[in-house]
């Protein structure tokens, strides 16, 4: 893992950013690399907010992680300010190699620099291989998610 | 519920909104009234931020409701923007008033007009009667709520 580096996604990362999202047994169904002009349009949007991490995790050159870091300011629990994970995805071919730790570290970490209090993510039911990673790294299935389609 | 006027949260409503953050199971362990200075701070940082909608329900000059509203664009989902629900309060007095309701299709029209495909928000485990309030309201209880304190 030495030479891994964790950047913000850039315009040319967008076809392997598709490609993991479409990657995955629930993304299958939302994502698609068919056509990539509202992923475009959509990153254009993320770069210009400051609040907004979208990073790509590369080694030697290949897009191998991402996820996607927001920072929420709030009034609650006395001004805090808290962090969202959402989108996190691990190229198949480096699935268990430590690497989504490292994702998730470094969006703690920049939490953190960040000043946040908090760092918070949902993750579907049927994800159980997740739910014990997120366990493992210390976060607290506390909470139920609920979604609406608009 | 004619004359409700649901607005943007100004300085003027801090010390009324942190009585109603206060007054939970929940966040009377994490919101007190005796120092607004952080409440203060974090308006402002809401109050700069286009994606941040904190908003108050007033009727007849008092403040009776509470909801925070963040914008958030995303890649995954063919490039679908999503809103989140966070620290969404109801005066003691108002409670069962039809008041929860007003808020949250107030929440859903804004992220609707805000071209969102998709409205998300995580409720605590111990409250059951807001879980059975978000299910009538349409929402889905898919996923699973993780947080990591820092």
Redesign the interface.
């Known amino acids: 893992m030495e030479d891994l580096v964790i950047r913000p ?1 850039a315009e040319d990362d967008i076809p392997a ?2 490609a993991m ?1 479409a990657d995955d047994p629930l ?1 299958a169904r ?3 690399p068919d056509d990539l002009t ?6 254009q ?2 770069s210009g ?1 400051p ?2 991490h ?1 990073v790509v995790a590369e080694r030697e050159g290949r897009v191998i992680g991402t996820l ?1 870091l ?1 920072i ?10 808290r962090s ?1 994970i ?2 996190v995805r691990i190229h198949s071919d480096e699935r268990g190699s430590g690497l989504g730790t490292r994702l998730i570290e470094w969006a ?1 970490e920049t ?2 620099r960040e000043g ?10 049927s994800r159980a291989d997740a ?1 014990r990673f ?2 493992r ?14």
Do not use: N
């Open positions: 996604a950013l598709v999202l993304g939302r994502d698609s509202p992923y475009r349009t959509a990153l949007r993320l907010d609040h907004q979208l996607q927001t929420i300011p709030g009034l609650s629990r006395r001004g805090a300010t969202i959402e989108a703690v939490s953190r946040c209090q908090l760092v918070q993510l949902t993750s579907d039911k739910h997120y366990e790294l210390g976060f607290e299935p506390s909470h139920i998610g609920f979604k609406l389609p608009l």
